[in-house]
């Protein structure tokens, strides 16, 4: 049954391309141009393969379609929400326990620094604390004897030339300090410490590790890495051909084509205003809807349609449009009985699928009351030609 149907429609779509390389042919001639409905074939369905088929009926009906720029990005973090670990000075790597993909809180220890040049520093602000000391006790004192006129100019300036030179080690030094995380107040009390810990600058997952335990690092090495996640953003380029049709609070569909073709929303957040002077694109900074429901990874490369308006168009659900030889084909119901349907193949032109259904540009003498098959229609032409749709 389904070869006659599938050899009936085949036949009809050929005459009708016939038809118009003759028309073509003969400079369009008037005699010919009444002659289309000849070339109509019916396709007829009884009631028990329409049933059986789970066929169904529907209208062209009227559906908004989103003109979409196609754009291509990644998964992106604000600068905010990520870091780079470094140590400020050299050292030998003691202690790193934690691997790529734990959390840390802010303030939570990495790894550890062991260097004598640590121990150096101690002992240098050691001597420097207790050599201001001295110094200005001496400053004080040759203030006071130069108010009395007691001692020269002179002296009182040497004094106090040394008083703040050592004054400004003193502070220095007590500043490297803090930033190895080494406690000046400790130190004053004679508490050397031979290693440093770093700790986390922020809270996020450990994206990074390239060091091992006994490994020298210097200050400018890259030590690990801390991603925080919970506010990820799309980091899309666009086109210069394109840009001037983007503007804030537009929608963005997206999908992680390497994942899966599920879709995501978001909305334009900020337009960039230079252009990258090589590919030609501007980078626009997409925000998340519903961003703490996700498992997206930071780098994940995205496709994404970004909506830069709405317009309204006839429309038939996907799977009402049948696809033959590059042609778009829906089947209108012209007659109904006890015994069964009588349908009639229809070429129409058709624009982008959006949300289950297909926009319909061009529908001929196809009526919004006339009935189409809107399920199970492919089966009338057969499995083997295919569907776009």
Known sequence: MYRILYILITTFILLNVTACGNQNNINNSPDLEGNEDQHETRIMVSKAQFEGENMALGNLVEKDFPLVVEVRGTIDVPPKNSAVISAFTGGYIKRTPLLIGDKVKKGDPLLSLENPSFIELQQEYMESVEQLVYLKSEFERQESLV????????????????YKRNLAMY???????QMLNITPENVEKGHIVSQVTLYAPIDGSITKVNVTPGMYVSPSDEIMEIINTDHIHLELSVFEKDIMQIKKDQGIQFKIPEASEQMYNAEVYLVGTSIDMQSRTVKVHGHLHNDENHSFA????????IIT???KFKALPDDSVITVDKKQFILVMVSQDNEGYAFEAKEVE???????FTAI??????????KVIVKGGFNLIGESEGHDH
């Open 361 to 370: 540009t061009d529908w001929g003498n196809v009526k919004d009351s006339d």
């Open 350 to 356: 058709i624009g982008e699928s959006y949300n289950g």
């Open 171 to 177: 502070n220095g030094l007590r500043k490297k300090l």
């Open 147 to 162: 108010e009395e006129k007691i001692t020269s100019q002179k002296n009182f300036l040497r004094a106090e030339s040394e």
């Open 309 to 311: 308006e709405n317009k």
């Open 298 to 305: 930071v780098g994940m490369f995205v496709e994404a349609g």
